[in-house]
């Protein structure tokens, strides 16, 4: 799997998410588990530093929404319980939903938009851009 993470990060990142780090019979040899998509286009994100809002899916099955200009270390971060709060007792978090914004402030103003929503309409968030 050529993503542009190095084989660290990729065995941090199936350790934590419990994902097999070299196919298995069950999946195609180019199978791409979601989670891992997401986090590569955290990645492309970062490389051009951009403000991000995004969420993520706990353990427990809530959603957290916060903002970042790297993603993909934001969320190795949290899966490490260096993370927010909410999260450090919900581990492990896999992202589901990212938008790139134009500047922190914009950012910031998305992140609560979002928070205010309702559980139901952040799923529709996320299962619209899984789709994508």
């Known amino acids: 799997m050529s993503n542009g993470f190095s084989f660290d990060d990729k065995l941090q990142l199936s350790k934590l998410l419990k994902l097999p780090l070299v196919p298995t019979p069950q999946l195609k040899k180019d199978h791409v588990p979601l989670v891992v998509k997401n986090m590569e286009e955290a990645k492309r994100i970062k490389e051009k530093q951009q403000w991000s809002v995004y969420m993520v899916e ?3 099955g809530t959603i957290y929404t916060g903002i970042s200009n790297n993603v993909s270390k934001r969320i190795l971060d949290h899966n490490k319980g260096k993370g927010a709060k909410y999260t450090k007792t919900r581990l492990p978090v896999a992202l ?4 790139e914004c134009k500047n922190r402030s914009e950012a910031s103003k998305l992140e609560h938009k979002i928070k205010k929503l309702s559980r139901e309409a952040k799923l529709k968030k996320i299962k619209n851009y899984e789709k994508r």
């Open 58 to 60: 706990c353990s427990d």
């Open 96 to 99: 589901k939903w990212l938008q």
